[in-house]
């Protein structure tokens, strides 16, 4: 599968579902703790396809496996992965700690496992051809977003080559930052997209906010992690770097670790 393709797919899903009903990982998981290969449940369709949009089930359109809601083969493998990647027991269960992990709340954008470094890239390795680039924000985008998402993008450029630029046109900008509604079952925090496309969506639904607030996620923590995503990098196994691709409400995150440098380093070769 193609970056662009797999966008489109998980773009769909996200943002245009329009007739889904929305529920958090907690809601459809609750059922499913505790089963394994062989259950029949009602939701655990649910889980594989959940699995699927998140990189552990590869999509394929004619497999009706993924509409089943036999705890099978094709879903041990995904969790078997799923767990070997975030370091959990490698069991192909639904235990307690896989659980409460999947059920967290997370980037929009697919894991891509593969093995260390903890690090990793979109499929191709897509990258800009320049260091200069420029951001804008949609019309009507809250005031107390813009300068949170313009820290974190100096955050960027204070370890790499990157200069980013305020431009005065939304739609010739290379970064469109956005706050939009998410449709659908699955309900990310965020959506940042690979170069060269550069869009940046925050779900509007969550509860945003500048700092540790209970319930609320930090509007430049997360823009920090998405904005790795614009400049190319994936999701990394290290709990600790910034993108890992879980968050957590009333976290601040805001300092880049050695694991995010060097996944910019490698990409772009300075």
């Given at each position: 599968?193609?970056?662009?393709?797999?966008?489109?797919?998980?773009?769909?899903?996200?943002?245009?579902?329009?007739?889904?009903?929305?529920?958090?990982?907690?809601?459809?998981?609750?059922?499913?703790?505790?089963?394994?290969?062989?259950?029949?449940?009602?939701?655990?369709?649910?889980?594989?396809?959940?699995?699927?949009?998140?990189?552990?089930?590869?999509?394929?359109?004619?497999?009706?496996?993924?509409?089943?809601?036999?705890?099978?083969?094709?879903?041990?493998?995904?969790?078997?992965?799923?767990?070997?990647?975030?370091?959990?027991?490698?069991?192909?269960?639904?235990?307690?700690?896989?659980?409460?992990?999947?059920?967290?709340?997370?980037?929009?954008?697919?894991?891509?496992?593969?093995?260390?470094?903890?690090?990793?890239?979109?499929?191709?390795?897509?990258?800009?051809?320049?260091?200069?680039?420029?951001?804008?924000?949609?019309?009507?985008?809250?005031?107390?977003?813009?300068?949170?998402?313009?820290?974190?993008?100096?955050?960027?450029?204070?370890?790499?080559?990157?200069?980013?630029?305020?431009?005065?046109?939304?739609?010739?900008?290379?970064?469109?930052?956005?706050?939009?509604?998410?449709?659908?079952?699955?309900?990310?925090?965020?959506?940042?997209?690979?170069?060269t496309a550069g869009k940046l969506h925050?779900?509007?639904?969550?509860?945003?906010?500048?700092?540790?607030?209970?319930?609320?996620?930090?509007?430049?923590?997360?823009?920090?992690?998405?904005?790795?995503?614009?400049?190319?990098?994936?999701?990394?196994?290290?709990?600790?770097?910034?993108?890992?691709?879980?968050?957590?409400?009333?976290?601040?995150?805001?300092?880049?670790?050695?694991?995010?440098?060097?996944?910019?380093?490698?990409?772009?070769?300075?």
């Open positions: 599968m193609t970056t662009k393709l797999w966008l489109c797919i998980t773009f769909s899903v996200l943002l245009f579902d329009a007739g889904a009903e929305k529920i958090s990982g907690s809601d459809f998981l609750s059922n499913l703790r505790g089963s394994h290969k062989g259950d029949t449940i009602a939701s655990i369709s649910m889980l594989k396809k959940y699995l699927q949009d998140i990189g552990y089930i590869k999509f394929d359109p004619n497999n009706a496996n993924i509409s089943s809601n036999i705890f099978d083969d094709l879903l041990e493998s995904a969790l078997k992965t799923y767990q070997s990647y975030y370091g959990l027991n490698v069991n192909g269960l639904l235990d307690d700690n896989t659980v409460s992990l999947l059920s967290q709340p997370r980037c929009g954008v697919p894991d891509f496992p593969q093995e260390r470094p903890d690090y990793s890239f979109f499929p191709g390795k897509h990258k800009w051809g320049t260091y200069n680039l420029t951001f804008a924000f949609a019309p009507g985008t809250r005031e107390d977003a813009i300068n949170p998402v313009a820290n974190a993008l100096e955050d960027w450029a204070s370890v790499s080559p990157f200069r980013f630029s305020l431009s005065n046109t939304f739609d010739d900008a290379n970064f469109k930052i956005s706050f939009q509604q998410f449709y659908g079952p699955y309900q990310p925090l965020a959506l940042g997209f690979e170069p925050y779900n509007v639904d969550r509860k945003w906010v500048n700092g540790k607030v209970p319930g609320g996620y930090d509007i430049e923590s997360v823009g920090l992690h998405e904005i790795g995503h614009l400049l190319g990098l994936g999701h990394s196994k290290d709990f600790h770097a910034i993108m890992y691709a879980y968050f957590w409400p009333n976290t601040v995150k805001i300092e880049l670790q050695p694991d995010d440098i060097q996944g910019l380093k490698v990409l772009y070769g300075f």
